[in-house]
């Protein structure tokens, strides 16, 4: 059963990741990490809050007091230029369950081992 | 960042468990932001650096990411996004946000939709990527034994042009697309040249294209950072996000520079799917449907003004 680790977990991409990891059964722990405030998450999902621009013995520190871990890393974090501020979860809304009814895919969905 | 956190799980011994490293960078591996690109782009295109070229740190990441793969047994995927369609929560700066936000502000003046981008660029080609498409994309290279260690260009899968999405747009907030937009007057519109090597010009040798290619330019009819700064469009703005209950700082923080460069840069944008599909990889999204799909999701987090 494969665990995960997202980084950039609130960003455009990230996010994503983590919700389709989470709706794959098969992920039985994803660590959703980012600096800010987390969304709700389901059970499968612990946010873990790390800085990415610290040095790495400070991340070790912060991976190792939520023990982070995981078999497969998605890194979608990232330092745009245009990244000004924090993203910050105004209302603690969790995002929606996404539909990947549009999603067309032959027979299988495509991530299926 | 990358190379810290890496590091970091080495520190933790979390590494050990390590078995796949997927990392995101995107489309400007080509070299898209800075000029003409060779169309459509492949992952084999040599990376575009050398004599009159900025630096990337994209391939600075991709370099840390195989030598710490080969260090310590764990293998990678790389995926190359493009354009991305999608929303992020607290995070306004993207380009459907923008977009519609663009749109509303300019139903909410009259309800003329002018594409502020450049008018070369209009009926030229583009090549978007669904943020959730692209998750699909990563959970399906996770476990595909093929994909190891390697890059993927990742977009929808379709090709558009902004003379087709335009319409659309203007349509579904309630907008009309002047006929003759691009005879009117341009008194807040700028023009940015680019590199003066643009990345095209690396294949010029080989396509039997030397001396023929020029360097690219973002031309804004509108230029969107001026456009926002507008007394008329802040007071509009204003007055949507009062009546609709909507999250005022949405206008304010959205990065318009983004979403200008986006629409005023004056060359195609084709990206290749072929390395992805040849190892099986069958999804596939309609842009416009897409987008409609990220708009929605906007709406529903009163991010953008209900549309229907």
């Not at chain 2, 575009?48 to 710490?68: C, D, H, V």
């Not at chain 2, 459907?96 to 981008?117: D, I, M, Q």
């Amino acid at each position: 059963m494969p665990t995960a680790i997202v980084t950039g977990a609130t960003g455009i991409l990230g996010r994503e990741i983590v919700a389709a990891l989470s709706q794959d059964s098969q992920w039985t722990k994803i660590h959703a990490l980012s600096r800010s405030q987390k969304d709700k998450y389901p059970p499968s999902v612990q946010h873990d809050k790390i800085d990415l621009t610290a040095s790495a013995q400070d991340i070790a520190t912060q991976l190792k007091n939520q023990g982070v871990e995981g078999e497969y890393l998605f890194f979608a974090a990232y330092l745009a230029k245009d990244d000004e501020g924090e993203a910050s979860d105004v209302n603690g809304k969790g995002y929606n369950a996404p539909h990947l009814s549009t999603v067309y895919t032959e027979r299988n969905p495509p991530y299926i081992i | 960042m990358l190379q810290n956190f890496l590091e970091a799980l080495t520190i933790t011994g979390a590494q050990k468990k390590l078995k796949r490293v997927l990392l995101t960078t995107g489309a400007k591996h080509y070299g898209v932001h800075l000029g003409p690109v060779k169309c459509p782009m492949v992952e084999s295109d040599p990376w575009i650096e050398g004599e009159g070229r900025p630096p990337n740190f994209y391939y600075t990441q991709q370099r840390i990411l195989a030598s710490a793969a080969e260090a310590a047994g764990w293998d990678w995927v790389v995926t190359y996004p493009n354009d991305v369609i999608g929303v992020a929560r607290g995070n306004f700066m993207n380009l459907t946000t923008s977009l519609a936000l663009y749109a509303a502000v300019n139903k909410e003046l009259g309800g003329e939709l002018e594409f502020p981008g450049s008018e070369t660029f209009y009926n030229r080609f583009d090549s978007f990527t669904y943020s959730r498409l692209h998750a699909a994309f990563q959970l399906w290279a996770a476990f595909e034994p093929k994909c190891s260690n390697e890059a993927f260009n990742m977009v929808n899968g379709d090709v558009e042009t902004w003379a087709n999405l335009w319409p659309k747009l203007a349509r579904r907030f309630g907008c009309k697309v002047p006929p003759r937009q691009f005879e009117r007057a341009t008194p807040i519109s700028s023009q940015m040249k680019l590199l003066d090597k643009p990345p095209f010009d690396d294949c010029a040798t080989a396509a039997g294209m030397v001396g023929k290619i020029k360097p690219g330019a973002v031309e804004q009819r509108i230029d969107l950072i001026k456009w926002s700064q507008k007394k008329e469009v802040k007071d509009a703005w204003a007055r949507i996000a009062e009546r609709e209950g909507l999250e005022k700082d949405a206008f304010a923080q959205a990065t318009w520079g983004f979403l200008g460069f986006v629409l005023g840069r004056n060359y195609d944008i084709v990206i290749s799917m072929s390395k992805a599909r040849k190892l099986g990889w069958k999804g596939y999204i309609d842009s416009w449907e897409s987008l409609e799909e990220a708009f929605d999701e906007l709406e529903s987090l009163k991010i953008v003004p209900k549309t229907k």
